[in-house]
C-alpha cells in the first residue's frame, strides 16, 4: 500500500482504523441496535402498506435505484425506500464491528464477520419478498433471521469483553429449553402476523391461510410456557448458594422479565383493541429488546465453568 499511496493517505487509513479498534465495542453496540432498528423500520413498511413502494429489486423501479416521486404518491415509496437505505447505514456499522473485532481479538475474527454477512443475506431475501409480492411464507423468515442477528449480535458484544458468567450448578437443560420457546414463540408470532391484518400490501398481498385468533392464541400459549419455565430457572439460580458475585447475571434476568412482562401487556393490548398500527409498532419495537435480553441472559446463565452439565 505505501508504494501506491503517499504516506499521508497510509497515515489516515491507519489512523481510522486504530479509531475504529479504540471503539469496536461501540461498534457492536451500535449493530445490535441497527439490527433491532430495521426490524421496527421493516414492520412500518407492512403497518404503512408500503412493502410495494418500490416495484422492484435491487432497483426501486425499472431503471431506477431510487423511487419517483408525485404529488399524488410519495409517502409509500418514502417509507420502503427509507428501509431500503437502513441496509446500507448496517453495512457500515457490521463492517465497523468486524474490522474492530478481527484487529483487537484474532480468535475472534470470524465470528465478527457473521453481522455483515447476515445484513447481505438479509438484503437479498428482503429483494425476494419484494418479487414475490411479500407473501408472508418469505416475509417471515425475513422477520426471523433480522431477530436471530439480534440475538447473535448480542452474544458477540458479550463474548468480545468477556462478561463474567455465573459460577453456580450448572444449568444446561434449562437454558436450552428457554431457548427453544424463544424461537416456538418468535416463529410463531411470524405466523400469527402472516395471518393477520399486517402481513403485507394490502391490495397484493395473501395471508396464510391461518385462522389468525387461532394462531394468536398458540402464540400467546408458548408466551406463557416461555414464562412459567424463565420463572423456574430464576428460582433456581437464586436458590443457588455456590455463587459468588453475580450482579451482572441478576441484572440479565431482571431486563428479561420486565422486558417480556411489557410484551406481553402489548401484546394483549394490541389482540383486544384491533391491531392498531401504534401498538403494533411498538410490539416490534419490544421483538428486537426481547431477543437481546434473551441472548444476554442465556449467555450470563451459562457457568463459566467448561463442565456446564446438568
Known amino acids: 500500500m505505501s508504494a501506491t499511496l503517499s504516506p499521508a493517505l497510509v497515515r489516515a487509513y491507519t489512523r481510522a482504523l486504530d479509531w475504529i479498534t479504540a471503539h469496536t465495542r461501540g461498534f457492536l453496540i451500535a449493530n445490535i441496535v441497527t ?8 414492520g412500518v413498511v407492512r403497518l404503512t402498506g408500503s412493502g410495494l413502494g418500490c416495484s422492484t429489486w435491487p432497483q426501486c423501479e425499472p431503471g431506477r435505484f431510487t423511487p419517483e416521486f408525485h404529488p399524488e404518491q410519495w409517502f409509500h415509496p418514502a417509507i420502503e425506500f427509507g428501509n431500503r437505505t437502513l441496509t446500507f447505514v448496517l453495512m457500515v456499522v457490521a463492517l465497523g ?20 454477512f447476515g445484513v447481505i ?15 408472508p411464507l418469505v416475509v417471515a423468515p425475513h422477520l426471523l433471521l433480522s431477530v436471530a442477528l439480534v440475538w447473535y449480535s448480542t452474544w458477540l458484544a458479550l463474548t468480545y469483553r468477556n462478561a463474567p458468567r455465573r459460577a453456580g450448578t450448572p444449568v444446561v437443560w ?17 405466523l400469527t402476523t402472516g395471518a393477520g391484518p399486517h402481513s403485507g400490501d394490502a391490495e397484493a398481498t395473501e395471508r396464510l391461510a391461518l385462522d389468525p385468533e387461532l394462531i ?10 416461555f414464562i412459567l419455565v424463565f420463572v423456574v430457572l430464576v428460582w433456581r439460580v437464586r436458590a443457588d448458594r455456590s455463587i459468588g458475585a453475580r450482579d451482572e447475571v441478576r441484572r440479565s434476568w431482571v431486563v428479561l422479565a420486565i422486558v417480556t412482562a411489557a410484551q406481553g401487556a402489548v401484546g394483549y393490548v394490541q389482540y383486544f383493541t384491533g391491531l392498531p398500527e401504534a401498538v403494533v409498532a ?5 421483538i428486537g429488546a426481547f431477543a437481546a435480553a434473551a ?7 451459562t457457568a463459566g465453568s467448561t463442565a456446564d452439565l446438568d
Do not use: C, K
Open 216 to 225: 394468536a392464541r398458540a402464540h400467546a400459549a408458548a408466551v406463557w410456557a
Open 35 to 42: 439490527q433491532a432498528g430495521i426490524i421496527v423500520t421493516g
Open 295 to 301: 441472548s444476554a441472559a442465556n449467555y450470563l446463565l
Open 97 to 116: 464491528a468486524a474490522i474492530g473485532v478481527w484487529r483487537s481479538r484474532p480468535e475472534l475474527r470470524w465470528w465478527g464477520m457473521v453481522p455483515g
Open 121 to 135: 443475506v438479509q438484503a437479498v431475501v428482503g429483494g425476494i419478498t419484494v418479487l414475490v409480492d411479500l407473501h
Open 174 to 190: 434449562h437454558r436450552r429449553l428457554l431457548s427453544v420457546l424463544v424461537g416456538v414463540l418468535l416463529f410463531l408470532g411470524a
Open 282 to 286: 411498538l410490539h416490534l419495537v419490544g
